[in-house]
């Protein structure tokens, strides 16, 4: 008994501290990585800058190039939301002017022929508008890399849609539309549409 009271003894001592530097070695491995998360939970929303390689700890190196091409993708993927957005913004204001007019024709016409062929252009605007959106709709669920796909496409033939969509409006302001001959191609992605298939230029 006392043998084993003697052998213990260095074990009972030993131990503690042996678990004492284990907490010690794991608490000071884990600083950087508690430090780089302080670094992330503290910055705003919006801050997707990449975080600084050269003085992180080499423990932590991978897990800052990690980070940084996340938030490089993030930024990507919201800058293309921007855009996206003000292009749904642009492409939408022409056709709701458009109705907002033929309305307004509409309500100020005494005749009913008049008003009549006002309100069926506001039915062709809706029409427009409710293709657009669909088109729209259709582009904000590609991937990304299928955006980068492009085609070569014929321009004249978009010319000659957006001349045939404005000649009724144009004879009743007595303007003549015209389109000159030859054509004009670029490079872009197609958009799938009923009845056509118009494409988006690069800009």
Request: hydrophobic share 50%; glycine share 6%; charged share 25%.
């Given at each position: 008994?006392?043998?084993?009271?003697?052998?213990?003894?260095?074990?009972?001592?030993?131990?503690?501290?042996?678990?004492?530097?284990?907490?010690?070695?794991?608490?000071?491995?884990?600083?950087?990585?508690?430090?780089?998360?302080?670094?992330?939970?503290?910055?705003?929303?919006?801050?997707?800058?990449?975080?600084?390689?050269?003085?992180?700890?080499?423990?932590?190196?991978?897990?800052?190039?990690?980070?940084?091409?996340?938030?490089?993708?993030?930024?990507?993927?919201?800058?293309?939301?921007?855009?996206?957005?003000?292009?749904?913004?642009?492409?939408?204001?022409?056709?709701?002017?458009?109705?907002?007019?033929?309305?307004?024709?509409?309500?100020?016409?005494?005749?009913?022929?008049?008003?009549?062929?006002?309100?069926?252009?506001?039915?062709?605007?809706?029409?427009?508008?409710?293709?657009?959106?669909?088109q729209l709709l259709t582009l904000?669920?590609?991937?990304?890399?299928?955006?980068?796909?492009?085609?070569?496409?014929?321009?004249?033939?978009?010319?000659?849609?957006?001349?045939?969509?404005?000649?009724?409006?144009?004879?009743?302001?007595?303007?003549?539309?015209?389109?000159?001959?030859?054509?004009?191609?670029?490079?872009?992605?197609?958009?799938?549409?009923?009845?056509?298939?118009?494409?988006?230029?690069?800009?």
């Open positions: 008994m006392t043998v084993a009271k003697h052998m213990l003894q260095p074990l009972l001592i030993t131990l503690p501290l042996l678990g004492l530097l284990i907490w010690f070695g794991v608490a000071r491995g884990l600083r950087p990585l508690q430090a780089l998360g302080r670094q992330v939970a503290a910055r705003r929303p919006d801050n997707l800058a990449a975080l600084e390689v050269a003085t992180a700890p080499v423990e932590v190196v991978p897990l800052v190039e990690g980070l940084n091409q996340l938030f490089a993708r993030v930024r990507v993927s919201l800058d293309s939301e921007r855009r996206f957005t003000a292009d749904a913004a642009h492409e939408l204001r022409t056709p709701l002017a458009a109705i907002k007019t033929q309305a307004q024709v509409a309500r100020a016409a005494t005749a009913e022929a008049e008003r009549r062929h006002a309100l069926d252009n506001v039915l062709v605007g809706c029409d427009r508008a409710a293709h657009l959106v669909e904000a669920r590609l991937e990304p890399e299928t955006l980068k796909h492009h085609e070569r496409c014929d321009l004249r033939a978009l010319a000659v849609t957006a001349v045939g969509e404005l000649a009724p409006a144009a004879v009743d302001k007595d303007i003549d539309l015209q389109l000159a001959e030859g054509g004009a191609l670029a490079r872009a992605r197609r958009t799938r549409a009923a009845g056509n298939t118009p494409a988006k230029p690069d800009r």
